[in-house]
């Protein structure tokens, strides 16, 4: 059954509750530098969309579904059965926890502006 919760789930749980946490909407009011945008090609990722709106997530949404029908996150934050999905969701989702795939670049632009400029002599 889905009672088996590794020990980091709970504290995770307690930071998408609290609004603290690795997704875009909070990298972005905490001016942290990650993309405040999703994977799959959202603009600003923010809880209502990891949980109720995300493509990528679409396997997992039945989990969701069951339990928060009314698609807020009062509810999902805010019961006993939507705490429970969440947690589920968190941990096979692993959703609001810091993603390696994520990781910083520099964007290619600045490469362009930094480049000299060719002399065509
Ligand atoms: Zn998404």
């Not at 609290?18 to 997704?23: I, L, V």
């Not at 993309?35 to 990891?50: D, M, N, S, V, Y």
């Not at 059965?81 to 609001?96: N, P, S, Y």
């Given at each position: 059954m889905f009672h088996t919760l590794n020990r980091h789930t709970p504290g995770i749980v307690t930071q998408a509750r609290?609004?603290?946490?690795?997704?875009g909407e909070y990298y972005y009011t905490h001016?942290?530098?990650?993309?405040?945008?999703?994977?799959?090609?959202?603009?600003?990722?923010?809880?209502?969309?990891?949980?109720?709106e995300c493509q990528t997530d679409e396997q997992h949404w039945n989990?969701?579904?069951?339990?928060?029908?009314?698609?807020?996150?009062?509810t999902l934050?805010?019961?006993?059965?939507?705490?429970?999905?969440?947690?589920?969701?968190?941990?096979?989702?692993?959703?609001?926890?810091?993603q390696k795939a994520r990781a910083m670049r520099e964007p290619d632009e600045q490469k362009a502006i930094a480049k000299p400029q060719m002399s065509h002599a």
């Open positions: 609290t609004g603290h946490g690795h997704f001016n942290i530098r990650e993309p405040a945008t999703c994977p799959c090609g959202a603009e600003l990722q923010t809880r209502e969309h990891i949980v109720f989990i969701i579904d069951e339990r928060a029908s009314d698609y807020q996150l009062a934050f805010g019961t006993k059965a939507g705490i429970d999905a969440l947690a589920e969701f968190v941990k096979m989702r692993k959703a609001f926890q810091k």
